[in-house]
């Protein structure tokens, strides 16, 4: 009865799991925008640290020199980053040689970010930072963390940056850049042709665990019959 009845309230990124763009019907499903405030991705550092202008100079780079977009077409079906890129931003600065970037991510945001059968990193953000570490000749080496945990992982040093399907931070003690908006959309089968937040009364919804603020603000489990937190898009998409 919940797989007939499910409608799943995830984070799209306008081709979201090659789905279709919002508001529009492919592949048997309808997904519409509820209205909530884009969502940026971001790199996050510890303040001060000379690895955030690092990072961003390589990451402008990436995206001058067509990488940012051919993995963006390759995960999204086009190209969704909209940092500006420099092509000689490297030039003139001082880069540590044989580094190992620690990169925190969070694994339950894919296709941004998450682990394969093996619990190998996976997903857009694992693979543009590693283009970003072999342009700097660094070794990548993630570590799975929450997106609460952002500025605690950080400070503790634990991490060297944070980087994978989680957004900008506004913390003490961090800096952030933006490279990508998404935005949260409501997800049916073709048949319920589900338009708007309120069609989801009697409904079961199902949503990521990182989504639980946008389902509380929506008022997601007041309206649903049930509503329920999975462990990722992937899975919110796999219960349709």
């Given amino acids: 009865m919940f797989r007939k009845r499910v409608i799943a309230l995830v984070l799209c990124l306008l081709a979201l799991l090659s789905l279709a763009a919002c508001g529009e019907k492919r592949s048997g499903y309808y997904i519409t925008s509820v209205g909530l405030d884009a969502r940026t991705i971001a790199v996050s550092c510890r303040e001060g640290d000379p690895l955030f202008e690092t990072l961003y100079a390589a990451t402008q780079v990436r995206i001058a020199d067509g990488t940012a977009a051919q993995l963006s077409t390759r995960w999204f079906g086009e190209n969704l980053v909209n940092m500006e890129g420099k092509i000689d931003a490297l030039s003139g600065m001082e880069i540590q040689p044989g580094r190992v970037l620690v990169v925190g991510y969070d694994p339950s945001t894919m296709p941004l970010s998450g682990r394969d059968a093996k619990e190998e990193p996976l997903g857009f953000d694992v693979e543009f930072a590693k283009s970003v570490c072999e342009l700097l000749g660094w070794e990548y080496r993630a570590i799975p963390i929450s997106s609460q945990d952002l500025a605690i992982e950080l400070a503790s ?84």
């Fill in 157 to 240: 040093g634990e991490v060297d940056c944070v980087w994978g399907g989680i957004g900008a931070a506004s913390d003490s003690g961090v800096q952030s850049f933006t490279y990508m908006e998404t935005e949260y959309v409501l997800v049916s089968r073709r048949d319920a042709r589900v338009k708007k937040a309120k069609a989801v009364k009697d409904k079961s919804v199902c949503y990521p665990q990182f989504a639980e603020g946008a389902a509380e603000t929506l008022e997601i489990a007041d309206r649903a019959a049930t509503a329920v937190a999975l462990g990722d898009t992937e899975a919110c998409v796999a219960a349709l």
